[in-house]
Structures are given as C-alpha cells and as structure tokens.
C-alpha cells in the first residue's frame, strides 16, 4: 500500500468547499426586517461587551486563556459529541500504519 501524499494542485476554492459555502444563497428582506436585525445584532454586541468584557491588554488575554483552558478537554469532548476521541485513534492508527511504510522508522513516544 502506497502512503505516499497526494498533492492537489487547484488554485479555485469551488473544488474542496461546497456550492452553499462559495455562492451563498442571497437573503431579501424588508426594510423592517432590516431594522429588525440590526437592533438584535447591536444587543448581542452589547451583551458581549457586558458579559465577555473583551480587552486588549495581554494580561485580560491570559486571564481569559486561563479561565477557558480549565475545562477545555470536557467542553471540546461535548461539543464534538465525543468524535474527537475517534478522530485522534484515527490518527493514531494512520500514524502507526504509515511508520510501516516508510524505510526510515519514526519514533512514537
């Protein structure tokens, strides 16, 4: 079995993403629902100012960090729905099975 990698060579986007990404579907509404949204999307912006306080100072940047990185593993295993535990056996395996095809051994600590 070749592990060798396949080089994809396209300068055009619409070969790996799919069409409602690259030509999104154009949303018309009225002037109403215009204003509509724009006053929601202004109390969202405000709620996070309020609640998330973004600053711009390295020290609120760690403490952020901080605060997010405790619960990091747990918050990523629900949001994936415990897919990330199968993704990195995956990538375990397809390390392991490629190490056999290469005539130099790779070191797996």
């Known amino acids: 079995m070749n592990c060798e990698p396949i080089i994809l060579i396209s300068k055009s986007k619409e070969d790996f993403l799919p069409r409602y990404a690259v030509n999104p579907?154009?949303?018309e509404?009225?002037?109403i629902k215009g204003l509509f949204i724009n006053v929601f999307l202004a109390l969202l912006k405000l709620i996070v100012l309020i609640f998330?306080?973004?600053g711009t100072e390295?020290?609120?940047v760690k403490e952020v960090y901080d605060r997010e990185a405790e619960n990091y593993e747990r918050k990523h295993h629900l949001t994936t729905r415990g897919q990330d535990t199968i993704w990195r056996r995956m990538a375990g395996w397809?390390?392991?099975v490629s190490?056999?095809?290469i005539p130099h051994r790779i070191k797996i600590k």
Do not use: S
């Open 99 to 101: 190490a056999v095809n």
């Open 29 to 31: 509404y009225g002037p």
């Open 25 to 27: 579907t154009p949303l």
């Open 52 to 54: 998330l306080k973004p």
């Open 94 to 96: 397809i390390i392991a």
């Open 58 to 60: 390295i020290r609120d």
